[in-house]
C-alpha cells in the first residue's frame, strides 16, 4: 500500500488531479481499515489531507471562499480519526493526525485573523510540538521532517520568520523531494522576513535549488510552481529581466497540464512584460489568455482571465498613461458577473475593488468611493481582514482625491487597528507612513514626523531595511517642507543606504532623485548633476525603463540647471560661448529620455522629456527649436489628458514664440496658459502665466532701437536727459532696479541686492522685461546680455552710475 499511498502524492503533487489523488486514497483507505492496519489508515489518511490542503492551495481556490469548504472537509477527517487514534493507544496514529489537524488549521481561514485566531494557532503549535516529539522517539524521520516543515508555517502565520526559517533548515533532509519542499519553506520564510539584500540572495538561492531537483526528479508541476516563484522574487527585486525566462517557463508547464495556476503565471509573465516596458507584449499575453476562455467552461477560470486583463490595464495606465480603461471596465464587469453566479464573496470583493480603481482613473471618485466601501463592506462581513486593508488603501487615495484629509485619516486608523489584530507589525508600520503622508499633506508636520519616526522604529526592530528606507524617505520630506535642507539631505543619504542593503536599485534612484532636488536648493550644482548622474546608473542597473527615462529628464534639468549657473559668472561673450559649447550636455539626456519613452509608447513621458528639451534650447537661446519642441511637448499632453501638462507646455510655448521674435503669438499663447490654469484652479500656474504677459506687454511696448544706418545726433534735451540719468547716485539706482525687479519677478517675499537675479526666481522672460523696462526708464541702452554681465542687482545699478 506504501506504493498506491507515493502515487496518490504523485497524482495531486505532480499534476494536480485531485479528484483521481482523493479517490485512490480512500480505496486504500477503506482496505487499511477492513485489515485493520493502524499504520496505513493512519497514512492513507494523511494521504488524502495532504491532497485536500494542496487543493485548497491551488489557484483555482486558494483566493476563493470555495477554500473553507475543502479546508473544512479536511479537518473534519482529520478530527474524526485522531479520536479513534486515542481511544485505541495508538501514539503513531494520533501523532499523525495531529499533524493534520495543526496543519488544516494553520491552513484555513475559517479562523478570524485577530488575537482569538492567534490563541487557536497556539494551540495547534502545540499538538505539532507533541507530534515532533513522538516521531523522534520513535525514529520516524520523514514525519519528523514533514512536522518542522509544518512548524515552519505555524511561525510564519504568527509572524515570526526567523523561527520559520530556522525550523526549515532542521528539515532539509533526504529524500531529494523532502530537501525540495523545505528549500521551498525555507525560501517562503526569507521572503516573508526583513528585507535584506544578503537574505534575497539566499531566498532566490532556496528556489533555484528545489527547481533543479524537481528537475532533476522529472516532476513537471511542483518544478513550475518553483520557477513561479522565481520569477516573482526577481519582480519583488525590480529585476524583470531575470523574471522573465522562470516566468515563461512556469506558465508553458502548467498550459501543458492544463492547471488553473497558467493564470496567476500569465499575470506574473505580464508584470515582468510591463517592468520591461513591453507593453505590447503585456497586452498580447493578457488577450491571448482572454481569448482562451472560449476553450474553458470553468467560470472560476474565466474570473481569473479577465483579471489578469483589468490588471495589464490598470498597470499600463498607471505606468505608461495608455491602459484602455473602457476595456478593463468591460472586463471587470464581466468578472463580476461571474463571480456572483458562483456566489463567491470574497472575488467579488476584489473585482468591485478593481472596477473602483478604474472610477478613480476616470475620474468618476463619487463612483470610485461607493464601490470601494462595497468591496470593504464584503471583506469585513466575510472576515477577510488582510484583503480589507488593501482595498482601504484606495479608500484613501480616493478622499486625498477629494480633499477630505480627515476621512482618509481615519481609514487609516482603521488600517493600523487591523493590521495590528492581525499581528502584522511591518503592515502597521506602513499604515502609520500613509497617517504621516496625510498629515503632512495638511502642514501638520509634528504629528506627521512623530508618526514618521515610531514606523522607523518598527522597520527596524523588524529587519525590514526597506521599509525603514521609505520612512527616512518621508521624514526627508516632512524636513523639506519644514525648510530644513540639511536634516533633509541626512534623511535622503540614509534613505539610499537603506535601500542599498535591501538590494532595491529602483528605490535608491529615486532616493538619489530626491537629493538631487535638495542640491539644487542648496545652489551645490556640481553635487545636483552628480546626484542626478547616480540616479541614473542605479535606474539602468534597475532594468527599470520607465525609472530610467525619469532619471534622464533629472540629468537634463540639473545639468541645464549647472550651465545657467555657471555662465551666470562670466561676461557677456564668455557666457554665450559657455551656454553654446554646454549645451548639448542637458539636450541629449532629455532627447535620449523622449526617445527611450517614445519606444515603449508612454506619451506622458514623452511629452516630459520633450518639454526638457524646449527648455534647454530656449536657454541656449535657439528659440526656432524651443518652439517646435513645446509645441510638440503641448500635443503629448493634450493626447494624454494630462490637462496640468498642457498648460505648462503652451506657458513654454509662449515664453518661446516671444524669445522667436513673435510676441503676438506669444503673448496668446501666455494667455491660453493662462486660462487653462485657472479652469485648473492652479493658483501657482495662473501667477506664473500672469507675469509672462506682464513681461510680454512690456517687451511689446518698448522702443524699437534704431538701426546703424538711421542714427541720427541727439537732440540738446535728450543729451541733457541722458546726462542727468548717467549722474543719478547710487541709492537712485538701487532704488530704481529694486523697483524694476520686482516688477518682473512678481510676488517675491524679499529683494537681496547681492543674491543672483536667476536664483531669485528671474527666467529668460523675465530677464528681457527687467532689461526693457530700465532701458526705458533711465534712458541708457542697457547691453542684451544685462543678467549675465551683472548678474546681482548691486552689480546692474553700480553699471548704471558708472556708465
Known amino acids: 500500500m506504501a506504493t498506491e499511498l507515493a502515487q496518490v502524492e504523485d497524482l495531486w503533487c505532480s499534476y494536480g488531479r485531485y479528484d483521481e489523488a482523493r479517490a485512490a486514497a480512500e480505496e486504500v483507505l477503506r482496505r487499511a481499515k477492513a485489515q485493520q492496519d493502524t499504520q496505513v489508515t493512519a497514512d492513507a489518511l494523511r494521504a488524502l489531507v495532504r491532497c485536500e490542503l494542496a487543493r485548497a492551495r491551488d489557484a483555482l481556490y486558494k483566493d476563493s471562499s470555495y477554500r473553507k469548504v475543502i479546508l473544512a472537509e479536511a479537518e473534519r ?23 493534520c489537524c495543526a496543519e488544516t488549521l494553520f491552513e484555513s481561514r475559517r479562523l478570524p485573523e485577530t488575537r482569538r485566531g492567534n490563541k487557536k494557532r497556539q494551540e495547534a503549535r502545540a499538538l505539532l510540538e507533541k507530534a515532533l516529539t513522538v516521531f523522534q522517539e520513535l525514529k520516524e524521520p ?3 521532517a514533514e512536522t518542522l516543515l509544518a512548524l515552519s508555517a505555524a511561525a510564519l502565520a504568527q509572524n515570526e520568520p526567523q523561527q520559520a526559517l530556522q525550523l526549515a533548515e532542521r528539515a532539509e533532509v533526504e529524500p531529494p523531494r523532502q530537501r525540495a519542499r523545505a528549500l521551498h519553506a525555507c525560501a517562503l520564510a526569507i521572503q516573508t522576513g526583513g528585507v535584506q539584500k544578503e537574505l534575497f540572495e539566499r531566498g532566490i538561492k532556496c528556489t533555484q535549488q528545489a527547481a533543479s ?6 516532476l513537471q508541476r511542483p ?18 529581466r531575470d523574471a522573465l525566462s522562470p516566468a515563461k517557463e512556469s506558465l508553458q508547464i502548467f498550459k501543458e497540464l492544463r492547471d488553473g495556476s497558467a493564470q496567476e503565471a500569465l499575470q506574473t509573465l ?10 505590447k507584449g503585456a497586452l498580447r499575453a493578457a488577450q491571448e489568455g482572454l481569448e482562451a476562455l472560449e476553450e474553458n467552461s470553468n467560470p472560476r477560470i474565466q474570473v481569473m482571465a479577465l483579471d489578469t486583463v483589468v490588471m495589464v490595464h490598470l498597470e499600463l495606465d498607471s505606468m505608461y498613461e495608455s491602459g484602455n480603461l473602457s476595456e478593463a471596465f468591460e472586463c471587470a464587469q464581466r468578472g463580476l458577473s461571474l463571480c456572483r453566479q458562483l456566489q463567491d464573496k470574497r472575488w467579488e470583493a476584489s473585482v468591485l475593488h478593481n472596477t473602483a480603481q478604474i472610477y478613480v482613473r476616470q475620474k468618476r471618485l463619487d463612483d470610485a468611493l461607493r464601490t470601494v466601501t462595497d468591496s470593504s463592506t464584503m471583506l469585513d462581513d466575510i472576515g477577510e481582514a488582510a484583503h480589507r486593508c488593501t482595498v482601504l488603501q484606495t479608500a484613501i487615495e480616493i478622499l486625498m482625491y477629494q480633499g477630505d484629509a480627515r476621512a482618509a485619516l481615519e481609514v487609516a486608523q482603521e488600517i493600523r487597528r487591523l493590521s495590528k489584530d492581525l499581528g502584522r507589525r511591518g503592515k502597521e508600520a506602513n499604515a502609520m507612513l500613509m497617517e504621516a503622508q496625510i498629515y503632512h499633506s495638511i502642514s501638520n508636520f509634528e504629528s506627521a514626523l512623530r508618526l514618521a519616526q515610531e514606523a522607523q522604529a518598527v522597520f527596524q526592530q523588524l529587519g525590514d531595511k526597506k521599509g525603514e528606507g521609505m520612512s527616512w524617505s518621508v521624514v526627508g ?5 519644514q525648510g530644513d535642507r540639511d536634516e533633509a539631505l541626512r534623511a535622503c543619504r540614509s534613505t539610499q543606504t537603506l535601500y542599498q542593503q535591501a538590494g532595491d536599485k529602483r528605490s535608491q534612484a529615486y532616493a538619489m532623485k530626491t537629493s538631487t532636488a535638495l542640491f539644487v536648493a542648496n545652489s551645490s550644482e556640481m553635487e545636483a548633476v552628480k546626484s542626478a548622474n547616480e540616479a541614473l546608473a542605479l535606474a539602468r542597473a534597475a532594468g527599470d525603463i520607465k525609472a530610467e527615462v525619469e532619471m534622464l529628464n533629472l540629468v537634463a534639468q540639473a545639468t541645464l540647471n549647472s550651465i545657467i549657473k555657471r555662465s551666470q559668472e562670466m561676461r557677456d561673450e564668455d557666457a554665450i560661448l559657455y551656454i553654446t559649447e554646454h549645451e548639448a550636455k542637458a539636450v541629449r539626456p532629455a532627447r535620449e529620455a523622449a526617445a527611450l519613452a517614445r519606444k515603449m509608447g508612454d506619451k506622458q513621458m514623452t511629452g516630459i522629456a520633450t518639454y526638457s528639451v524646449a527648455q534647454c534650447h530656449a536657454v541656449a537661446g535657439r528659440s526656432s527649436a524651443s518652439v517646435q519642441a513645446a509645441t510638440e511637448a503641448r500635443d503629448l499632453f493634450k493626447q494624454t489628458w494630462d490637462r496640468q501638462g498642457e498648460a505648462m ?21 501666455a494667455e491660453e496658459a493662462h486660462d487653462l490654469f485657472k479652469s485648473l484652479g492652479d493658483q501657482e500656474g495662473m501667477e506664473k502665466a500672469e507675469i509672462t504677459i506682464r513681461q510680454i506687454q512690456e517687451i511689446s511696448g518698448a522702443p524699437a532701437q534704431p538701426q546703424p544706418s538711421q542714427k541720427r545726433a541727439p537732440a540738446a534735451e535728450e543729451v ?22 520686482l516688477e518682473a519677478l512678481g510676488e517675491v517675499d524679499q529683494i537681496h541686492l547681492d543674491e543672483g537675479l536667476m536664483d531669485m526666481g528671474l527666467d529668460s522672460l523675465g530677464a528681457i522685461s527687467f532689461r526693457e523696462t530700465l532701458t526705458r526708464q533711465c534712458k541708457i541702452n542697457m547691453p542684451q546680455t544685462l543678467t549675465f554681465d551683472y548678474p546681482t542687482l548691486r552689480q546692474v545699478a553700480d553699471f548704471m552710475v558708472n556708465i
Not at 77 to 99: F, K, N
Open 477 to 481: 520630506e516632512i524636513r523639506k517642507s
Open 142 to 144: 520523514a514525519l519528523e
Open 213 to 218: 531537483i524537481w528537475r532533476q526528479l522529472r
Open 77 to 99: 477527517l482529520s478530527s474524526e480519526e485522531l479520536a479513534a487514534c486515542r481511544s485505541r493507544h495508538d501514539p503513531r496514529g494520533e501523532a499523525v493526525l495531529q499533524l
Open 223 to 240: 518544478l513550475a510552481t518553483e520557477c513561479l516563484l522565481i520569477a516573482k522574487w526577481y519582480i519583488l527585486l525590480d529585476r524583470p
Open 649 to 669: 507646455a503652451i506657458l513654454m510655448l509662449g515664453e518661446s514664440l516671444v524669445l522667436d521674435g513673435d510676441t503676438d503669438r506669444g503673448r496668446f499663447q
Open 270 to 279: 505580464c508584470r515582468c512584460l510591463l517592468g520591461l516596458a513591453d507593453v
Open 720 to 741: 541733457s536727459l541722458a546726462v542727468v540719468e548717467k549722474r543719478m547716485t547710487m541709492d537712485q539706482a538701487v532704488e530704481m532696479v529694486r523697483n524694476v525687479a
